[in-house]
């Protein structure tokens, strides 16, 4: 059971899409044949509703034979084994019985034939009971093992609480699904098709309600009934009871939610969900196509870290993100990124960075104003006083040579010394300050 319904499963999966494809091809070419147009290519409107169209043909051929096997592959009922008629008279029993004896006795078919007389006899001495016979038409062959029960109720009420579990299970998975899937209008049909075919469940066992009031009985039509107003299961298939009609009815559900959740979409498309994917695919493409920028400047800030050789370089347009770059990269980049932090730091308006970039600045300007201070100024008394002269006779110079900040004095040597003829005296140089 679980196998049949895991092949079901897959076949509604994989098997619509295939067929859709090769029957689309010969929708395509009697298109251009009987149109006199030319085959229509994806992206053109024509195309998506001739997809649709074919899709949906197909699942609902889909849909007809999974419902025509189903109906085949079901297991007779002991009326079909005995070969008569669901409403048949006890009378009308015995004597089907005893011709299925004369056929398939043991004694004459052999040893292969006795579990399924075995089985038949069983059947027929429940069927005997009236009441046996209201739940087996109801409930199915499991009715022969509730032997604890005796009226018509017990066997009615104990056969509802076991259908409860199917449909209890069926309701929690459209519950599940319904809120693991995109919102869709198919939700609503889904539920409503559940709520129909409940329904008609609930007709097929409880009419006639197991009542003696006539009034009752009178008021609701019976579905195993079958005179003047008989249902269309039972015009199909007139020799099955209830419960064979029920089960039908199960896969008949199955199969057809599985179908419109797939044939509602094409056939009404949501003009707005195709927007959305439509604005979707520009994201997408946006993003890849920033993806791409980002990747190609973060290439050339690697390869200005740590250039390829000529041979080997790459050009930006088969650059790729970086997933592993080299260990030299990575070391060569670490020290470049320190560095980067320490400048950030040092150029920072306050901190204690700041104040030592400032006391190393001040104390190199103090070297450079204490070796300038200490220049060799030769010194005689003439050139002392005609020094003293004009400086009194000129503006007045700094007291020191490192008076201030913005007032240090630059030296102006004076030509070197030489000597005249005939004469002792000897020029030196000297230093002037401005």
């Known amino acids: 059971m679980l196998s049949s319904a895991l092949l079901g499963f897959a076949g509604w999966t994989f098997v619509p899409s295939i067929a859709t494809r090769h029957a689309l091809k010969i929708v395509l070419q009697l298109y251009s044949q009987y149109s006199g147009r030319p085959s229509p ?14 899709y949906a043909v197909v699942v609902l051929a889909y849909l007809l034979y999974n419902l025509i096997n189903g109906s085949n592959t079901m297991a007779s009922n002991f009326y079909e084994v005995l070969g008569v008629s669901p409403d048949v008279d006890e009378n009308g029993l015995k004597l089907a019985f005893r011709q299925f004896a004369k056929r398939f006795h043991p004694d004459r078919v052999g040893p292969q034939g006795a579990e399924l007389f075995i ?13 046996v016979r209201f739940a087996y038409d109801r409930f199915g062959p499991d009715v022969l093992q509730w032997s604890k029960f005796s009226t018509t109720r017990e066997y009615l009420h104990h056969g509802l609480l076991q259908s409860a579990g199917y449909h209890l299970a069926t309701a929690i998975g459209l519950l599940v699904f319904s809120a693991l899937g995109n919102q869709s209008p198919v939700k609503f049909w889904r539920y409503l098709l559940f709520f ?44 099955r009871v209830a419960y064979q009609h029920i089960l039908f009815l199960h896969q008949m ?18 003009t707005q969900q195709d927007e959305k994917q439509r604005i979707l695919q520009q994201i997408n493409q946006q993003a890849a196509f920033c993806d791409r920028e980002a990747s190609v400047a973060l290439h050339t800030e690697l390869q200005s870290i740590h250039p390829s050789s000529p041979t080997s370089r790459v050009g930006t347009s088969e650059m790729r993100p970086v997933l592993q770059p080299s260990t030299e990269v990575i070391d060569e980049l670490a020290v470049e990124l320190k560095n980067m932090i320490l400048e950030t730091n040092v150029k920072q308006k306050t ?37 003293t002269n004009n400086a009194q006779s000129s503006s007045p110079s700094p007291a020191s040579a490192c008076e201030g900040e913005g007032k240090l004095p630059s030296p102006r040597p004076s030509p070197p010394p030489f000597t005249r003829k005939n004469s002792s005296y000897i020029r030196t140089r000297s230093v002037s300050w401005s």
């Open 41 to 54: 290519v994806p992206g053109q409107q024509i195309y998506a509703q001739l997809y649709r169209y074919t």
């Open 196 to 239: 129909v075919f409940f329904a008609s469940e609930l007709a097929y066992v409880l009419y006639p309600l197991p009542s003696t009031t006539p009034i009752l009985s009178s008021a609701f039509w019976d579905p195993s009934n079958f005179g003047t107003r008989p249902t269309l299961l039972q015009i199909l298939f007139p020799r």
């Open 253 to 270: 559900f199955i199969f057809s939610s599985i179908a419109l959740t797939r044939v509602a979409p094409q056939l009404f498309p949501d």
């Open 119 to 131: 089985q038949t006899r069983d059947a027929f001495e429940a069927l005997k009971n009236p009441t």
């Open 351 to 387: 901190g204690p960075l700041r104040s030592v970039w400032e006391s190393a600045i001040a104390r190199k300007r103090t070297r450079s104003d204490v070796g300038t201070s200490r220049l060799v100024i030769p010194s005689s008394n003439t050139s002392n006083a005609q020094n």
